[in-house]
């Protein structure tokens, strides 16, 4: 390590990291004999950065002021032949109210021997006497070199050569209903004409979202950004966030509001005291030599990562408050569930979602935002166990492909440093009232089972024209208008297929004048033997809602008021940003035996009154109708 005017340059042999001092800026990445892997075109403030965005308290939206953080002290925390850490350190006091984000903010970096990569991760902290603010977005990002980084990898089914920045500008690329969405008009390269550029084609659920990068073919080499913990992510295992786009950017993402909304903006009042530790995530590089595919690249990449999650927690991280194995904890048990009108023995509870988070009324991991989360799946038995859990308190949450609701375990946990804590078997009881009479869809909290159009030619992605991605095209808002220019969806409970007769999202219908309508869907379907006495129940769990109030009537489509209305809901934005799903919703409605028809036909009218824009809709999860228990 060495210290120039205003840099710091970290070497293990195999690859050579520079840092501006005292901003702690990543200038520089030297690797296999290529000079800077990074865009040296660029300021050297716009390579490599950790930055955030903040906004004032009284802000309801999700978007602020955008700040990158710059150190202003730099100290060397470890130096031995093994391991070299970094701090870059910004400390917040009243002259700056304003001016930068109320936090105190560590940055490391660290680098070890024999490693082919680089660590970073920070800790902010929030202190008594700092005033109050929202903390929309943190992340880390590296800008590559774009005559070299031409190839993306995020997952096994999504890879492939990008676009160029180029072709986003004015003279090449036309801009789309979504600011972030591009028509490639005129690309550099003509094989990417007439393909949407959008960065939420590639976005990823947290759970998987544990390697990403991009491959250079001349030189041959990798840079991949690996996650071995979700631990230190907000809004749970489902939250979905960017990974890769076109620049070549690539992305560590730890807080944002990207599918969630406001709910998942952290809010901090005056003097609220809170510290958390985001990372340490690995920087990897990797080569091969010339000729061999990219496959070869994403392998080793896949390799690695398995690699990484096996050492977590790290044991080099030297802040204190990065906890160590041994001041964490472990839990484990049995779930199992219990449907007396699917069976009248308990179940075990296989690939379940299990996992520890803050307290909180049931499924509020999926909108928690400030502290720490843990999630597992069980096995065929049931059985789950929860490892390196940092100290603190909790509640146990649990949700069950197959099942609505959500499982809370009534008891807060506590965990300690080195403790084992065995539940036992755990029973969940998912709502339910009633026999099944009908229903629609799976309970899965996504939207996938149900009809994906083709989206219009002239928005064709070939790398997403395959399941499972096929709801990760552009504009499939719009197909609903073409397919129901007029009249809205009828589903027939017995004849019509939710795979194919149920549009994916309930959106407005763009009529001919460039408006936005309101949309009513119908449900029709026969009972027998209505008891006028009994109350029936309808489940309708949602997978996603932007700005949309949905109404219920029964048998009478214009009722001025409905049975039932949600009030405006919602604010993740899915439909527009390509997800299957946002946040989850539940709403369990009566329905009085009074308004239903005896051995005849009835209708359920469900209405998304909230017209103006196509982006305004929910996406249904699933839709049942229970019977009396009577």
């Known amino acids: ?50 930055d955030l965005v903040w906004s004032s308290p009284e802000s309801s939206g999700t978007t602020g002021t955008s700040e990158r953080i710059d150190g202003t002290s730099c100290e060397v925390i470890v130096e031995t032949e093994d391991q070299v850490e970094l701090s870059f350190t910004r400390t917040w006091d009243s002259t700056l109210k304003g001016k930068r984000v109320p936090l105190n903010i560590d940055k490391r970096f660290v680098l070890l021997r024999g490693s082919s990569g680089f660590y970073s991760y920070a800790i ?96 041959p080499i990798g840079f991949w950004q690996i996650t071995p913990s979700n631990e230190f992510r907000t809004g749970g295992p489902t939250k979905q966030e960017l990974t890769s786009h076109v620049g070549p950017i690539n992305l560590a993402m730890f807080i944002s509001a990207h599918y969630g909304g ?46 990484e999650v096996g050492k977590w927690p790290y044991s080099f991280p030297a802040s204190k408050d990065f906890q160590q194995a041994n001041e964490r904890g472990v839990i484990s048990g049995r779930l199992f569930v219990y449907d007396r009108f699917i069976s009248d023995e308990k179940t075990l509870a296989n690939g379940a979602y299990i996992g520890l988070a803050p307290p909180g009324d049931p499924g509020s991991w999926e909108r928690e935002n400030k502290g720490y989360q843990f999630w597992s799946k069980t096995n065929e038995q049931g059985d789950f166990m929860i490892e390196h859990v940092l100290a603190g308190t909790y509640n146990l949450y649990a949700w069950v492909v197959g099942f609505i609701g959500d499982y809370k375990n009534p008891t807060t946990i506590t965990i300690t440093p080195g403790c084992d804590i065995k539940l036992g078997d755990l029973v969940y009881e998912p709502p339910r009232e009633g026999p099944t009479i009908w229903e629609i869809g799976i309970p899965d909290r996504s939207a996938a089972e149900f009809y994906i159009p083709d989206p219009d030619p002239i928005y064709t992605n070939y790398f997403l024209s395959k399941d499972p991605n096929r709801f990760r095209q552009y504009g499939l808002w719009e197909r609903y208008a073409t397919l129901y220019p007029h009249d809205d969806l009828v589903f027939t409970v017995g004849e019509s297929d939710y795979k194919k007769d149920w549009f994916f999202a309930h959106v407005t219908r763009k009529k001919d004048d460039n408006t936005y309508e309101k949309t009513t869907w119908t449900i029709k379907f026969k009972l027998n033997n209505v008891n006028k006495d009994e109350t029936y129940k309808l489940r309708l769990a949602l997978a996603s809602a932007q700005v949309s109030d949905l109404q219920v009537r029964v048998n009478d489509p214009n009722k001025p008021l409905p049975l039932f209305s949600t009030g405006l809901i919602g604010g993740d934005n899915a439909i527009a940003r390509h997800g299957i799903h946002g946040l989850s919703w539940l709403f369990n409605i009566d329905i009085p035996g009074t308004v239903l028809v005896s051995n005849g036909e009835n209708a359920i009218y469900l209405t998304q009154a909230n017209e103006g824009t196509p982006f305004r809709g929910v996406m249904y999860d699933y839709i049942r109708l229970e019977g009396s228990n009577k």
């Open 1 to 50: 390590m060495h210290f120039r005017k205003h840099h710091v340059v970290i070497d293990n042999g195999i690859l050579q990291l520079t840092l501006t001092n005292p901003g702690g800026f990543v200038t520089g990445v030297k690797y296999n004999n290529v000079e800077n892997i990074l865009e040296s075109h660029n300021d050297e403030s716009d390579r490599g950065y950790w």
């Open 124 to 219: 902010y902290e929030h202190l008594e006497g700092f005033p109050a603010f929202n903390l929309d977005e943190t992340r880390i990002a590296f800008k590559l070199r774009k005559d070299k980084f031409n190839y993306m990898a995020m997952s096994d089914d999504r890879q492939r050569y990008m676009p160029l920045p180029d072709d986003r500008s004015s003279d090449r690329g036309k801009p789309l209903a979504y600011p972030e969405a591009v028509l490639l008009v005129n690309p550099i390269e003509p094989e990417f004409k007439g393909e949407v550029d959008d960065k939420y084609q590639y976005s990823c659920e947290t759970k998987d979202l544990k390697v990403h990068g991009w491959i250079s073919a001349d030189p």
């Open 262 to 307: 406001s709910d998942l903006v952290l809010k901090f009042s005056e003097g609220e005291k809170w510290k958390k530790v985001f990372g340490p995530v690995f920087m990897h590089l990797n080569s091969t030599s010339i000729g061999q595919d990219t496959f070869t690249f994403w392998n080793d990449a896949k390799n690695q990562m398995l690699e």
